[in-house]
């Protein structure tokens, strides 16, 4: 039996030998490797917390002592330890979420896969604790240090170091990167912690030596240690931290599990909030992620973990690569084009860009507020930014684009992928909110693509506005066959006409064009005509879509964002405010936190294949057409 399979929990976990706990750590990562590279998932981040894990689990007493893990990719470990050694559906439906989960286990208090909160719910369950009476509990933040790049999380040391009576422990989990290698001021301070032993080595021979000169030698160690905080500052500048308030412990190798207990154990007794800097390397123990100088496998899609080629090689060009492919076309045409991302230069396609125009290229860490306003400097000092996140990260920027982009009227576009339904990722990565929270920004334009010419196109048009903020957003994924035109009218294109005078009109939004597509053919079988519309810019309204409207018995609006606010209410008051009166019904994903899941499982299960709109479509009109598949302009 081996020494993984007899752990159900922290409790069984502390019970095991010190000598026990390097072969636990080996049957850990050849859990992870074997698991992960069958079901996808965090690969490297989970290889690089192993033994951090173990002794974060021994030191303190998991779910009395509360551990947060920001950002939650890094928490498998965490999983396996706590009783959850099932990843055959590790991220699939009905299977372990990608992150922690409160309705998989008591040791899960938040479900955080945004970055750089963590610290700030350690502040306040600390606070919780000390006005609760509630003494004796530990609250522990286990901090990736790519979220130190996040303002949040600043704003929250802030607050903790103000009380030196909580015991709140920092874990800064120092790997050098997030996705990819860490940047800005902060990681180069880490840099320095990291590589200057001098003060350490330099107290451990005073004290050795000392300690062992007759009479004076124990005054002049404690002189010494005494003034520790200048040789500190000289020999390994962590003064930022104990400047703030914090005490300090490290820098330690979190890949030597005694090392790690000792320094748990010491910032547990200080009864203060405490920082421990853990050493550890993303990827540790699995050559092939070792040697990866992308992102250390942070995340990987199933593959065969010998050769690592993938099990189901990709069947065609994804939109993130087109949209990069793109890019470099444009920086090339456009001098002034530059890109910003927020520690997702890879993720979001801009590597190429990056490596034509590294100079042109800014990557300002875990920051989405930085990123939306740092464009707008950039716009303001004559360049146009491009800057590209995950469509659920813009919700962080919102007021930068309102206040310091739209406010100003500047030449920003931003390029939201992962839009809609991402799947497995589960509810914080779902990008359903996009298109309902920036409808209320005066003057921004947002443009949805159907396909990959689309992309193409609408990507060149949105740079052109010089005077506005512009927005484009796509989905997770492969791109499908394109799908061309019938003709445009106004900036709309019709795709699709299944009679002369068609009964409803179908408004196909971006990615659901094609499922519009199968809706109208089926809809022809049950009696009812319609013509199939791409509004291509979704914000403003087009006139020409409310003209169409007019000219149907019926409007049924298709989009993978939330119901609440969307294109669909957006058309709906464009019409009321034209006075067309034609009924309207939207289609969109339900308000609401979806499970994780395939993104094709859970558009089947929101009905926005082409046979749910077609379905949700013929109730509509069987409700609301008097005559079933008679079109008034034929009648008489």
């Known amino acids: 039996m081996s020494l993984l399979s007899t752990i159900t929990g922290p409790t069984d976990l502390r019970r095991l030998p010190a000598g026990d706990l390097p072969l636990l750590a080996d049957e850990i990562r050849d859990f992870l490797i074997d698991a992960v590279t069958r079901t996808g998932g965090h690969l490297g981040p989970n290889l690089g917390v192993v033994e951090l894990t173990i002794a974060v689990h021994r030191v303190f007493d998991s779910p009395r002592d509360r551990i947060l893990w920001d950002t939650g990719h ?14 055959s559906r590790l991220r699939a439906k009905g299977g372990l979420s990608g992150y922690p989960s409160r309705a998989e286990s008591d040791h899960d208090l938040i479900e955080n896969s945004h970055a750089s909160t963590a610290l700030g719910y350690a502040d306040g369950i600390a606070k919780a604790n000390q006005l609760l009476g509630a003494t004796g509990r530990h609250t522990v933040a286990v901090v990736g240090d790519g979220a130190l790049t996040g303002g949040m999380a600043w704003e929250a040391l802030n607050n903790i170091a103000e009380a030196d009576d ?16 860490t940047i800005g001021g902060l990681a180069h301070h880490l840099a320095t912690l990291r590589t200057t032993r001098g003060y350490e080595r330099f107290l451990a021979w005073g004290k050795e030596a000392l300690q062992r000169t007759p009479i004076v030698g124990q005054p002049i160690f404690g002189a010494l240690h005494g003034a520790k905080k200048g040789f500190k500052d000289a020999f390994a500048p962590q003064g930022m931290f104990e400047d703030l308030g914090l005490k300090y412990v490290g820098p330690v190798d979190g890949h030597d599990i005694a090392a790690v207990e000792q320094a748990l154990r010491r910032a547990r007794h200080f009864g203060r909030p405490v920082i421990v800097h853990c050493i550890t390397r993303k990827g540790h123990g699995y050559r092939p992620a070792e040697q990866d100088e992308a992102d250390r496998f942070h995340a990987v899609g199933a593959m065969d973990p010998y050769t690592c080629l993938p099990v189901r090689p990709a069947a065609g ?9 793109e890019m470099v076309e444009l920086g090339t045409d456009r001098p002034d084009v530059v890109a910003v991302t927020a520690a997702m230069l890879q993720p979001v396609g801009l590597g190429p860009f990056a490596q034509a125009f590294p100079e042109r290229t800014f990557d300002v860490g ?4 930085h990123a939306v306003a740092s464009a707008a400097g950039l716009a303001t000092g004559g360049l146009h930014p491009v800057v590209a996140v995950y469509a659920t990260f813009l919700n962080r ?4 684009v309102l206040m310091d982009v739209a406010l100003h009227r500047l030449g920003v576009t931003l390029v939201l992928d992962r839009a809609g339904v991402t799947g497995n990722d589960g509810a914080s990565h779902n990008g359903m909110w996009d298109m309902s929270i920036l409808q209320l920004v005066p003057g921004l334009r947002l443009a949805a693509p159907r396909d990959a010419e689309q992309l193409r196109t609408q990507l060149r048009e949105a740079v052109e506005v010089d005077d506005a903020p512009t927005v484009l957003r796509f989905p997770k994924g492969e791109l499908g066959p394109g799908v061309p035109a019938l003709e445009r ?10 009679g002369p005078t068609p009964d409803i009109l179908l408004v196909a939004v971006g990615a659901m064009a094609p499922a519009c597509l199968d809706a109208a053919a089926l809809l022809l079988a049950e009696g009812f005509s319609a013509t199939v519309v791409d509004p291509r810019w979704v914000k403003p309204v087009d006139p020409a879509l409310v003209t169409l409207a007019a000219a149907h018995r019926l409007v049924v609006t298709v989009e993978d964002n939330g119901r609440t606010g969307g294109v669909g209410s957006a058309i709906a ?13 939207d289609l969109g994903i339900p308000q609401e936190f979806l499970a994780h899941a395939g993104r094709g499982e859970i558009l089947e299960e929101i009905g926005l294949t082409g046979t749910g709109v077609a379905a949700q479509t ?5 409700q609301l057409l008097p005559i079933r598949g008679a079109n008034p302009h034929n009648a008489g």
């Open 74 to 87: 890094q928490a498998y470990v965490h999983k396996l330890l706590t009783g959850r050694q099932d990843f």
């Open 166 to 181: 909580r015991p709140l422990v920092i874990v800064v989990n120092d790997n050098e990167r997030s996705y990819s290698p």
């Open 317 to 325: 060009q994804s939109w993130t690569s087109a949209f990069g492919a």
């Open 366 to 369: 875990i920051a989405e507020q």
């Open 397 to 400: 920027a919102f007021d930068q």
């Open 489 to 498: 009218v106004g900036g709309v294109d019709v795709l699709q006409r299944t």
């Open 573 to 585: 008051q464009a019409m009321r405010d034209a006075d067309v009166d034609t009924p309207l019904r």
């Open 618 to 622: 013929a109730v509509f009109a069987k």
